[in-house]
């Protein structure tokens, strides 16, 4: 609540200048909405995200009477504040699907380009999970950088997980079907897949995530991305969100300086959630994403 207050006082504060009008009109509302824009931008929101979102408040705006009690600048604040909430928000960490039990393991695969903190969210959500009472295997599918199957079995020893891998050269998409055989078999309850890091959007990477998908018929399938990958998270969300249908985000290297406007780009595009913040290196930096901090944060 505190993170939402000051979203309102900052609003408030810039809009200070609508404080004498009766309504919201086209008009009065340019300045204000320059503003916003200005910081949206700052945030590194993409511009054809930008543009929609600013649409939708003057939309929402123009024509709202001014309740009684409250000044305009009070009144736009709250439409953009609750546009901004609601554009990120209604999900917390916790809206990760589970499967009844009783119809085996949950599966999340974990999809992203090369060195976004891909393996080590793998990592930090069988801690996370752990910490819920809900046990793990990490499953290694990257079978193209034996360096990225280490660096999981590292990270498994750290949050005492078990990892499966067949080494390389081995089908991805079977690696994972025996990894969720595995679990099934000895009643885990979630599989965490670690898929291959691409450094760009890449068709035949695309069609081998696809094809772990329908292999382990997962239930979330979350794009992991940089913050930092400021205005190309739009295109990136697209492509992935095309090609294989994301059920959510992570978001990684929030402790970095950036405002995090990539999180209004992945969820305007995909219409998906953003489960979950990196805040770090260490397997304990994962947070389930609150929209009313991102908000504020993302405004500056
Ligand atoms: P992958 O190639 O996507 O699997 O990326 P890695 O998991 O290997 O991470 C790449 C680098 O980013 C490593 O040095 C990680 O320690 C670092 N990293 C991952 N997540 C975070 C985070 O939330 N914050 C910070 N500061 N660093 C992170």
């Given at each position: 609540a505190s993170a939402f207050g000051s979203l309102t006082e900052r609003l408030n504060s810039v809009w200070a200048t609508l404080k004498d009008e009766d309504d919201l009109s086209l008009e009065n509302i340019k300045g204000p909405l320059k503003d916003i824009r200005r910081a949206l931008l700052e945030a590194d929101v993409s511009l054809p995200v930008v543009r929609r979102f600013i649409k939708n408040i003057e939309q929402k705006a123009i024509g709202t009477r001014v309740t009684k009690g409250v000044n305009a600048g009070q009144q736009l604040t709250k439409v953009v504040a609750d546009e901004l909430c609601e554009l990120m928000g209604g999900?917390?960490?916790?809206?990760l699907a589970f499967k009844d039990p009783s119809m085996g393991p949950t599966v999340i695969l974990m999809a992203g380009l090369q060195g976004v903190g891909k393996t080590t969210a793998c990592g930090k959500l069988a801690l996370y999970l752990k910490k819920q009472g809900k046990d793990s295997l990490l499953v290694a599918t990257d079978v193209y950088r034996p360096a990225a199957i280490e660096q999981l079995k590292r990270l498994g020893e750290q949050v005492k997980t078990p990892v499966f891998d067949m080494g390389v050269r081995v089908d991805p998409p079977e690696v994972a079907r025996l990894g969720l055989e595995k679990a099934r078999a000895e009643g885990i309850d979630v599989v965490i897949i670690d898929t291959a890091g691409r450094l760009q959007v890449d068709v035949h990477l695309m069609e081998e995530l696809r094809a772990t998908k329908i292999a382990t018929a997962a239930d979330e399938i979350l794009l992991v991305v940089d913050a930092m990958t400021g205005q190309e998270a739009a295109a990136l969300t697209a492509a992935f969100d095309e090609a294989v249908g994301i059920t959510g985000a992570v978001l990684t290297k929030m402790d970095g300086d950036t405002r995090g406007g990539a999180a209004l780009s992945v969820r305007e595009v995909?219409?998906?959630?953003?489960k979950f913040t990196g805040v770090g290196e260490k397997m304990e930096a994962l947070e389930p994403f609150y929209p009313e901090r991102m908000a504020s944060r993302i405004l500056g």
């Open positions: 999900f917390g960490g916790d809206s995909s219409g998906k959630p953003i």
